[in-house]
């Protein structure tokens, strides 16, 4: 007597093809991972605080006085609103970049010396998330898509 097996490698074919299409082509990936990250950055400016929920340090006193006459009502981060509306997010073959443009972006995201003479402190006011957030994001988004990719959810 005799015992014979037959396995039909079709599904976990089709299987590794999907896999390895993911691999091939991430670009989905890396839209929804960089919009992930744009929308942590836009919710920081509405919370006004760190995409990790530490709240942005509050406006001196006399500057906020200042601030309150000219820009009633507008939030740390906002007078006219440029550096929020100018969020980005743009994905090449492998790579996601979030930010903005405006040249003071990178004073309010990590703080520094500022102004005539470099005369006045400007505190660190993250709006972008750390690299081990968006690390975090990443692994999540790249666990998603692989579970779509094997007939997951």
Excluded: C
Excluded at 26 to 54: C, D, H, M, W, Y
Excluded at 57 to 75: C, S, T
Excluded at 132 to 137: G, L, Y
């Amino acid at each position: 007597m005799s015992l014979k097996i037959t396995v039909d490698s079709t599904e976990v074919q089709s299987l590794f093809a999907r896999l390895k299409q993911l691999v091939a082509e991430p670009r989905a990936a890396l839209v929804e991972i960089g919009n992930r990250i744009l929308g942590l950055a836009r919710t920081s400016f509405e919370k006004q605080a760190s995409p990790e929920g530490v709240p942005w340090v509050a406006l001196n006193l006399r500057y906020a006085a200042w601030k309150q006459k000219r820009f009633p009502g507008r939030n740390i981060l906002q007078r006219r609103g440029a550096l929020l509306r100018t969020l980005f997010s743009a994905v090449s073959e492998r790579t996601v970049i979030v930010g903005s443009p405006q040249i003071y972006s990178g004073i309010h995201q990590f703080g520094g010396q500022a102004g005539r003479r470099l005369a006045t402190r400007i505190p660190a006011r993250p709006f972008l998330p750390t690299a081990e957030t968006a690390e975090k994001i990443a692994v999540e988004v790249l666990e998603e898509h692989i579970e779509q990719a094997i007939g997951g959810r």
